[in-house]
């Protein structure tokens, strides 16, 4: 049970618990199901199950996408002070460029649009100017020694 636990975990890069994905059919020329998505956790937690099956965005809030800066050069709009317009209106537009640009590279698309942890972490260590009125952009690029453009 152990090893069959252990070889699941190491198949699908589990790392904790509790850990949930979603795996598509199985095809009719193979056994192996496709892994849909291995991160449903925060899909399941905020109840929106508009999306189903659930296939990975390109696209969301800095504040869901801890793996996502670690692992890919991601584009993200800061805009703290916002107004809700101004902040539908980012979403809408990071939304159309990351789907304009989804099948051209692995970059993720998110925005900043509250006063977090990580929003505040971002303008400190790409040394950005205190939250303002206006929208800062800026290209996170971790995975390439921390760059930042």
Not at 59 to 76: E, F, P, R, T
Not at 124 to 132: I, Q
């Amino acid at each position: 049970e152990r090893e069959a636990k252990n070889g699941i975990a190491q198949k699908f890069g589990v790392w904790g618990i509790p850990f949930l994905l979603i795996l598509g059919p199985v095809p009719a020329d193979s056994g192996e199901r496709p892994l849909i998505n291995r991160s449903l956790r925060r899909t399941i937690k905020s109840a929106d199950f508009s999306d189903f099956p659930f296939h990975p965005k390109s696209y969301g809030a800095l504040d869901h996408a801890h793996s996502d800066i670690n692992k890919s050069k991601c584009l993200v709009v800061i805009h703290e002070n916002g107004d809700c317009n101004e902040h539908q209106e980012i979403i809408d537009v990071v939304k159309a460029v990351s789907e304009k640009y989804r099948d051209k590279n692995d970059m993720k698309f998110l925005w900043a649009l509250n006063h977090s942890m990580l929003a505040a972490r971002v303008r400190s260590a790409t040394k950005l100017p205190k939250r303002s009125n206006e929208p800062k952009m800026i290209i996170l690029d971790i995975p390439d020694q921390g760059g930042y453009y």
